[in-house]
C-alpha cells in the first residue's frame, strides 16, 4: 500500500501555533515598509569593474617618450601578475594611463595591493623618469566605480556679476553640497582659480643680466614666515617669528633680485598680476557663460535623496544667504529620470496586482482570493528585507525582477489554496485538511520552486561587466520566489485553516452600509486633513478609503454575480470542454498527432526563424534621455580655438531643436548645457584619464520625460542634429545618447594590432578608404583614434657648442620651460586661500617663437665669475615635426581603432556582418593583424554564456526532477514541454515582426525554461497521486501497473483538476508582465494623491524590458496548451507503452505456459 496521508511538518507548526505565524506577517510587513522606504535609489545597479588604473605625469615629454620609459616598463611588470586578464593603456604628451583588467575572482582591494607592488618595483629602476626638480614621477594608483563617473546634477551659476565672484558662491555651495554622504565631488566648472603670476618682459630681464634663477631664489627666500625659536627674558618665554609673508601681491615689486651694478627691483622687469590662471575649462547654459557645479554621488547612495538634499540646500542659502539677483538654475537631472523609471516600475507592480487579484477572485472567489493575494505584499515585504540587509539598491532591474515575479510568487499560494479546498469540498475537516493538503503538495512546490531556481542559477554565473549589471536580476528573482514560498508553506497554510470556507458568505446590505459608513467617514476626515495640511500621504489614504466604498458596492452589485456566474458556468464548461479535448487528444493514435505535431511546430519554428531572420540586437535600442554632442580637435589644439567651435555647433543644435518651442516651452529639451575642457571627456574612450582636455568640448541636451514629448522620437531629435553638426572640416564631432545599460563599446570597432605605429596608421586609413568605398549605409562616420597631426617643434642641442660655452641641454629644457609654461615658485595666502606664486614670460612674449629661442641663458662662468649670456638659437636646430595624439597599448602590443555608431534605422549586426565578409580576404602586412571588438566581443562572448547556462539550467532542472519523482520518464515529459516551448517564442518573435534582443530575448527563454516547469511538474504529480489512489483502492503494490483505461481516465481527472491551477498559473504571469509589455502607464499614486492619473503608453522600461516580457509571454501562452495537453498525451503515451510491454511479456509467459 501506498502512504497518502502526508503532513508536511513545517506547515503542519504553523498550522499549530498561529500567534507566531502572526507575529511573523507583522516583522515582515514593518520590516518590509522600512526597507522599502530606506534602499537607496538608482536607474541600474551599481557595477564595479576589477579594474586599477595607474596614471603618471611626466611633463614636457612626447607620447613616444612617455610609452618608452612609463608605460611600456609598467606594463611588462604587470604581464607577470597572476590574475590580470587583459591590460590596455594609452600614452599622451606628458601623460601616460595603464588599465589592468583582473579575472573576476581577484577582489578589487588585492588587485590594487598587486599593482602598487609592481608600480614600486618599477620606479626603483635607473632608468625611470624624473621631474625637473629631481623628484620621479609617481604614478597614482586608483579604481574606478562607473556610477561614481557620471555627473548625477549640473548646478548653473550665473547673475550680474564677475566671474571670480561667482565662484566664490560656487566654492561656498560646493563646501555644503560635499559634507552630505552621499556626495563624491563637487567640482567647478567654467571658473578657473586665481594665480600670483610674475610676467617677465624678457628684454628688460635679458637687459638687466637677470637670470630666472635670480627671480626664484629671491622670491623664495623672502615670502616666508619662519619661526627662530624661543628665548627667556626675565623668566618670559617669548617665540621668535620672522614675518615675510607678503600680504599683498603687490609687495613683490620691490624684492631685489640683484644687487651686482646696482639694485634690480622685480618690477623692473616683471609686472605682477593677480590673475586667473590659464582657462581649462569653459561651461555655458543655452549658449550663455556660466560657473557650473558638477555634481557626483558616491556608488550605492541614493540618487533621488542626494539631489532632493542638495536642492534643499541651495533653497534654504538662497533665502538666508545668496543674493536675491543670484540665477541658480539645475541641468542633466539624473534623479528625475531614475524617480520616473522606479515610479513606472513600481506602478506596473501596483497594476499587475490589480489584475491578479481580480483574476484569482473569478477563479478561486473573493476569501479564496484573499489568501492568494497576500502572498503578493508578504513576499515582496519579505524580498526587501533580505535584498536591503544584503545592501542593493532600489533599482529598475531589482523592480523588474519584483514584476517578473509578480505573476510567479502566487503560483504555490494557487497550488495551496486549491488543494487545501479541494480537500474540503470533499467533506475533510478544515484543519486537517490544511495539514494534509499541504503535506500532498509541499514537495511538489519545493521542487518546482527549486526548478525555477535551478533556471536562474546560471545566470548568476555571468561573467563580466554585463554579468555584473544583469546578475542583479535572477538574485532578485530567487529572492522572490524564496519568499514566495516560505509565505506559502508558513502563512498561507495557517490562513487556511483558520479561515478557509467552501462557500462564499454573502455580504448583506446591512453589513455593506456599515462598512461603507465606517470607511466613508474615515475616509473623508483623512480627505479634508490632507486638503488644510496640505499633505499627500493623507489625501491618498483617503481616496483609497472612499474608493475602498465604491468597491465593496461594485462587489456587492456587480462582481458577485460575475463571479458566480463564471465558477458555476463558464468554469464548469470551460472544465468539460477541457474535459472533451483531452480525452480526443488522448484516444486511439491521435495521441501520437498530437505529440508528433507540436514537434513537427518546433522544427517549423527554427526553420522560420533562420529563413526570416528577426532583426538581432545586442541590448533593446532605447530612446534617447539625454544627446551627447562631443566635439575633438586634434591633440595640442588651444582651448580658446576648441572654445570658439563648440560655440558655432552650440548654435547649430539651438537652430535645430527651436521647432520643439512653443511660446518659450520647449516639449523636447529640458535642459542644454556645454563644456569645454576639463569634464567634456567621452567615458568610453577616456575613462579614467586625468588629463586636461583643452582639445575637446560636449554639449549635452537632457530630454524630457517620455510622457511629456507630445508623440515626438527622441532618436529623431538625435538624428535631426546629427546632420546639423555635420560638415566642420579638421575635428572629429560625435553624436551619441545615453547609454540603458553597462557599456559595451562601439558597435563598429576594429582593432588594426602591430609594432609599427606609422605603418599601422596608414593601413588604419587605407582600411578606412576602403569601407568608405563600399557605400555601406547605416554607418554614421567611421574614425580613427589616433592621428599625426599633433605638430611638434623638435629641439636638438648641439652638445659640443653647449658644452664649449658650459651650458647643459637641461639648461636649455628650463630655460624653455619657465618661459612657457612657468614655475611655481612660492605661496600667496589670503585669508584661507592659498595661491600658487608663478614665474613665465608675460603673454605678449611667451608664444613667440623668436623671442623664445632667441632670449639668452644667464649663468655665471665658473672660470672668471662674469656673468654670460648665451642665446638660445645659437646652441639648438629645430624643426617641426607631426607626433601621435595619442599611443594606444592593448596586451603589450601597439593598436589603432576605427570606430563607429551605427545610424537609427539599421541593424550593427547586420552591418558587421557585411563589413566582416567583405574583410574577410583584406590584406595586412605580415606583422600587422585586425579583429571585430567592442560590442560585437561582448555580444559574442554573451551570447555563448547565455547558451551555456540555458543548457545548465535544463540539466539542474532535469537533477531536480529526477531526484523528485525518482524516475527518468517524468523528467524528460517535463524538459520536453521546456523545449517545445520555444515554439510559441519564436512564432511570437516572426509574426509581430520583434526584435530577437540577443541580452533580453535568451534571459526570457532561461526564465521561461524555470516558469514552464512548475505547471508540468504540478499536473504530472497531482495525477500521480491519483494513479497511487487507484493503486491503493486495487490493493496493488506502487511499482505495479494500472490498465491503459485506468491511466485514461487518471490523466483526464488530473488534467481537469489541475486546469484551474495551471490556467491561473499562466493567466497571473501573463497579466503581471502584461501593463510592462505593452508599456501602459498609470501613475496610482498621482490618481489617488492629485487626481491625475498621468496614463500614456511607451517609456524607457517597455524599450529596455518590453523583449523579454513578450518573450515569456509568447512562450507561456503555447506551454498552457504544452502542459494542458501534450503534457498528458506523452505521460499517457509513456504509460500506455509501460503497459503494452506488461502486456506483452504476459502473454509470452503465457504462450511458454501453454506450450509446456
Known sequence: MINLDKEF?????????????????????????????????????????TKIYVSSVNPGNSAEDVEKFITEPLEEEFNDIAGVKEITSTTLQDYSIVIVEFEEDVSVDAAKTKVKDKVDLVKAETTWPTLDNGAKVEP?????????????????????????????????????????????????????????????????????????????????????????????????????????????????????????????????????????????????????????????KRGGKNMIQAVEDIKGIIAAEQEDYLPENLHITYSNDQSTQTQTQVDDLVNNIIFGVILVVLVLMFFLGFRNALFVGLAIPLSMFLSYIVLSSLGYTLNTMVLFALVMGLGMLVDNGIVVVENVYTLMDEGMPRKQAAKQ??????????????????????????????????????????????????????????????????????????????????????GIVLLLGGFLLDSGAFRGIGNILL?????????????????????????????????????????????????????????????????????VLFFPE??????????????????????????????????????????????????????????????????????????????????????????????????????????????????????????SGYPINIEIKGEDYEEMLAEAENMRSYIQALSIEGIEELKIDVNKSKSELEVTVDRRKAGQLGVSTVAVGQTLRRAIYGEEVSTYKEGDDDYEVNVRFNDKFRYDENVLFNQPITFRDQNNGQLVQVPISALVHTKVESSF?????????????????????????????????????????????????????????????????????????????????????????????????????????????????????????????????????????????????????????????????????????GGKSRLRPVLLTAITTVLGLIPLAVGLNIDFFGLMIDYDPGIYIGGDNVIFWGPLAWTVIFGLVFATFLTLIVVPVMFYLVNRAKVKTRDKKIARKQRKLANN
Open 622 to 743: 532605447n530612446e534617447p534621455n539625454q544627446i551627447i554632442t562631443y566635439i575633438e580637435y586634434p591633440e595640442g589644439t588651444d582651448i580658446e580655438k576648441t572654445d570658439q567651435l563648440t560655440k558655432q555647433v552650440e548654435k547649430r543644435i539651438y537652430d535645430a531643436i527651436e521647432k520643439y518651442n512653443d511660446n518659450g516651452y520647449n516639449y523636447m529639451v529640458e535642459s542644454a548645457v556645454s563644456q569645454v575642457g576639463e569634464g567634456a571627456g567621452n567615458p568610453q574612450t577616456d575613462g579614467g584619464q586625468q588629463n586636461e582636455m583643452p582639445h575637446k568640448g560636449k554639449i549635452t541636451l537632457s530630454m524630457r520625460k517620455f510622457n511629456e514629448r507630445r508623440g515626438v522620437k527622441s532618436s529623431d531629435v538625435m538624428e535631426e542634429i546629427r546632420e546639423a553638426v555635420h560638415g566642420f572640416p579638421g575635428v572629429s564631432i560625435i553624436v551619441e545618447k545615453d547609454a540603458a545599460g553597462p557599456p
Open 140 to 296: 597614482n594608483v586608483f579604481d574606478l566605480n562607473i556610477s561614481e563617473e557620471q555627473p548625477i546634477l549640473n548646478i548653473n551659476l550665473t547673475g550680474d556679476y564677475p566671474v571670480q565672484e561667482l565662484k566664490t558662491y560656487a566654492e561656498y555651495l560646493q563646501e555644503k553640497i560635499e559634507l552630505l554622504p552621499q556626495i563624491k565631488e563637487a567640482s567647478i566648472r567654467g571658473a578657473e582659480d586665481m594665480e600670483v603670476e610674475i610676467a617677465v618682459d624678457v628684454y628688460k630681464m635679458s637687459a638687466s643680466q637677470v637670470s630666472f634663477d635670480n627671480i626664484i631664489n629671491a622670491v623664495s627666500m623672502e615670502n616666508k614666515t619662519i619661526s627662530a625659536g624661543n628665548i627667556i627674558t626675565s623668566g618670559i618665554e617669548k617665540n621668535i617669528r620672522i614675518v615675510g609673508e607678503i600680504q599683498d601681491p603687490k609687495e613683490l615689486e620691490n624684492v631685489i633680485v640683484k644687487r651686482e651694478g646696482g639694485n634690480i627691483f622685480l618690477k623692473d622687469i616683471a609686472k605682477i598680476n593677480f590673475r586667473e590662471k590659464d582657462p581649462t575649462t569653459f561651461a555655458r547654459e543655452y549658449g550663455e557663460p556660466v560657473v557650473m557645479l558638477d555634481i557626483k
Open 437 to 522: 493538503g499541504l503535506g500532498e503538495i509541499a514537495w511538489p512546490i519545493i521542487a518546482s520552486t527549486a526548478t525555477t531556481l535551478a533556471a536562474f542559477f546560471p545566470l548568476g554565473l555571468w561573467p563580466g561587466t554585463i554579468g555584473k549589471f544583469m546578475v542583479i536580476f535572477p538574485i532578485t528573482l530567487s529572492i522572490v520566489l524564496g519568499s514566495s514560498l516560505f509565505v506559502a508553506l508558513i502563512i498561507n497554510s495557517m490562513l487556511t485553516s483558520e479561515f478557509m470556507k467552501t462557500e462564499e458568505e454573502e455580504m448583506t446590505k446591512k453589513k455593506l452600509i456599515r462598512l461603507s459608513i465606517i470607511f466613508g467617514a474615515l
Open 885 to 1053: 595624439s595619442s599611443i594606444k597599448r592593448k596586451d603589450l602590443k601597439r593598436v589603432i581603432t576605427i570606430y563607429s555608431n551605427v545610424l537609427g534605422d539599421y541593424n550593427a549586426n547586420e552591418i558587421v556582418q557585411q563589413l566582416k565578409t567583405e574583410l574577410q580576404n583584406y590584406e595586412l602586412p605580415d606583422e600587422m593583424n585586425f579583429a571585430f571588438t567592442g560590442e560585437q566581443e561582448e555580444q559574442a562572448d554573451n551570447m555563448a554564456f547565455l547558451l551555456k547556462a540555458l543548457l545548465i539550467a535544463i540539466g539542474g532542472i532535469l537533477l531536480i526532477l529526477v531526484a523528485q519523482f525518482n524516475s527518468i520518464s517524468k523528467p524528460l515529459i517535463i524538459i520536453s514541454a521546456v523545449v517545445l516551448s520555444l515554439v510559441g517564442v519564436f512564432f511570437g518573435l516572426i509574426i509581430f515582426q520583434m526584435d530577437f534582443v540577443i541580452i533580453m530575448t535568451m534571459m526570457g527563454i532561461i526564465s521561461l525554461a524555470g516558469i514552464v516547469v512548475n505547471n508540468a511538474i504540478v499536473l504530472i504529480d497531482y495525477t500521480q497521486i491519483l494513479i497511487d489512489r487507484k493503486k491503493n483502492e486495487l490493493d496493488l503494490e506502487e511499482d505495479d501497473l494500472l490498465t491503459r483505461a485506468q491511466y485514461f481516465d487518471c490523466i483526464v481527472r
Open 9 to 49: 511538518k513545517l506547515s503542519s507548526w504553523a498550522i499549530d501555533n498561529k500567534m507566531t505565524v502572526y507575529v511573523i506577517i507583522v516583522i515582515i510587513m514593518l520590516g518590509g515598509l522600512l526597507s522599502y522606504y530606506g534602499m537607496p535609489r538608482e536607474a541600474f545597479p551599481e557595477i564595479i569593474e
Open 547 to 615: 474608493l475602498l466604498v465604491i468597491l465593496l458596492w461594485v462587489y456587492k452589485y456587480v462582481l458577485t454575480k460575475a463571479i458566480s456566474y463564471f465558477q458555476f458556468n463558464a468554469l464548469k464548461k470551460l472544465e468539460n470542454s477541457y474535459e472533451s479535448t483531452l480525452k480526443y487528444a488522448l484516444s486511439g493514435k491521435r495521441a501520437y498527432a498530437f505529440f508528433f505535431g507540436t514537434v513537427i511546430m518546433l522544427i517549423l519554428s527554427f526553420i522560420l526563424i533562420g529563413a526570416i531572420q528577426p532583426n
